[in-house]
């Protein structure tokens, strides 16, 4: 943020979701739930994966880093939510609302790469079998997911940047839960025709360089499955797949929404984050389990292990 005698803002009021203390309470239950269940969802995939030797391949190993992720990404913005659906005023520093800002893409641009990632080994599994130990080898994951970091940490700082040097002067009142650098703009006095700009130019970078990989992994999927004489092999084709469409389509569908959609500061730029960061980090442990029966069969004995060391 620039300095001197233009800034006068030391900090954000949230709208938050509603200002009905009786709805605030209902909404503090339901999303404890939701981060609870988040919460004990993803941790259970970490250790299944971790504890399972079956599941030790290229394929869980992105599995159980999505996992982490979703961890991260909900914590980011979950605390926070539901501290603020217990208080009455709802604030938040500027330098806190930027670290938001910050970690919310980190986690989020990871993910995307990540799930980038998780269609090309799908891809890899599918369409060429016999060279899938080559084409996915543990060397490589590890460096295809040390690099989803470093390209997103890259991309955040970027994006952070272009609200760093903004001027806050008069409107501290930001129409959303949470800190995103949609809702930041408008506050802004300062001309931010240039920082829409190159957000919306990264933001679209992003996208293609993330979503074009899945789309060209997924058509060559989509061949290669037709090929099959099987129905059987043609079904347990897809359902390795479907979990991972399922994942990509509630991901990108709501990101899209809220980053490349002019903020209007309407329930849709709330209900398209709380998707990303709130809802789909729930539902992926569910859709990889619910739809994997390695998974279920794995699930089964860590808990059954569990439960005996109380018995």
């Given at each position: 943020?620039?300095?001197?005698?233009?800034?006068?803002?030391?900090?954000?009021?949230?709208?938050?979701?509603?200002?009905?203390?009786?709805?605030?309470?209902?909404?503090f239950v339901l999303f404890l739930a939701i981060y609870v269940l988040t919460t004990l969802g993803n941790l259970t995939m970490l250790l299944v994966i971790r504890t399972d030797a079956h599941l030790h391949t290229p394929m869980y190993f992105f599995l159980s880093n999505l996992?982490?992720?979703?961890?991260?990404?909900?914590?980011?913005?979950?605390?926070?939510?539901?501290?603020?659906?217990?208080?009455?005023?709802?604030?938040?520093?500027?330098?806190?609302?930027?670290?938001?800002?910050?970690?919310?893409?980190?986690?989020?641009?990871?993910?995307?790469?990540?799930?980038?990632?998780?269609?090309?080994?799908?891809?890899?599994?599918?369409?060429?079998?016999?060279?899938?130990?080559?084409?996915?080898?543990?060397?490589?994951?590890?460096?295809?997911?040390?690099?989803?970091?470093?390209?997103?940490?890259?991309?955040?700082?970027?994006?952070?940047?272009?609200?760093?040097?903004?001027?806050?002067?008069?409107?501290?009142?930001?129409?959303?839960?949470?800190?995103?650098?949609?809702?930041?703009?408008?506050?802004?006095?300062?001309?931010?025709?240039?920082?829409?700009?190159?957000?919306?130019?990264?933001?679209?970078?992003?996208?293609?360089?993330?979503?074009?990989?899945?789309?060209?992994?997924?058509?060559?999927?989509?061949?290669?499955?037709?090929?099959?004489?099987?129905?059987?092999?043609?079904?347990?084709?897809?359902?390795?797949?479907?979990?991972?469409?399922?994942?990509?389509?509630?991901?990108?569908?709501?990101?899209?929404?809220?980053?490349?959609?002019?903020?209007?500061?309407?329930?849709?730029?709330?209900?398209?984050?709380?998707?990303?960061?709130?809802?789909?980090?729930?539902?992926?442990?569910?859709?990889?389990s619910l739809k994997n029966v390695e998974v279920k069969v794995a699930v089964k004995k860590t808990w059954e292990k569990f439960l005996q060391h109380f018995r």
């Amino acid at each position: 943020m620039a300095s001197g005698n233009h800034s006068v803002i030391t900090e954000f009021v949230l709208i938050g979701l509603s200002s009905n203390p009786s709805v605030e309470a209902l909404l503090f239950v339901l999303f404890l739930a939701i981060y609870v269940l988040t919460t004990l969802g993803n941790l259970t995939m970490l250790l299944v994966i971790r504890t399972d030797a079956h599941l030790h391949t290229p394929m869980y190993f992105f599995l159980s880093n999505l996992s982490f992720l979703d961890l991260c990404l909900s914590s980011v913005t979950m605390p926070k939510l539901l501290k603020d659906l217990l208080s009455e005023k709802k604030t938040i520093s500027i330098e806190g609302c930027l670290t938001q800002v910050f970690f919310v893409f980190v986690t989020a641009g990871t993910e995307a790469f990540l799930l980038s990632m998780m269609a090309y080994d799908r891809y890899a599994a599918i369409c060429h079998p016999l060279l899938y130990g080559q084409m996915m080898s543990n060397e490589l994951c590890v460096k295809l997911v040390l690099l989803s970091w470093a390209l997103a940490s890259v991309n955040s700082v970027v994006i952070v940047l272009l609200a760093v040097n903004l001027d806050f002067c008069e409107s501290q009142t930001i129409h959303h839960y949470t800190c995103e650098l949609p809702s930041l703009f408008p506050l802004s006095c300062s001309d931010i025709s240039i920082n829409i700009d190159i957000l919306i130019v990264i933001t679209l970078l992003h996208v293609l360089g993330t979503f074009t990989p899945i789309f060209l992994s997924y058509i060559r999927i989509v061949s290669a499955i037709l090929s099959i004489s099987s129905t059987t092999g043609r079904s347990k084709a897809f359902s390795t797949c479907s979990s991972h469409l399922i994942a990509v389509v509630l991901f990108f569908g709501s990101g899209l929404v809220r980053y490349l959609m002019p903020t209007s500061g309407s329930s849709l730029d709330m209900l398209s984050s709380l998707q990303y960061s709130v809802v789909t980090p729930m539902l992926n442990p569910l859709i990889y389990s619910l739809k994997n029966v390695e998974v279920k069969v794995a699930v089964k004995k860590t808990w059954e292990k569990f439960l005996q060391h109380f018995r």
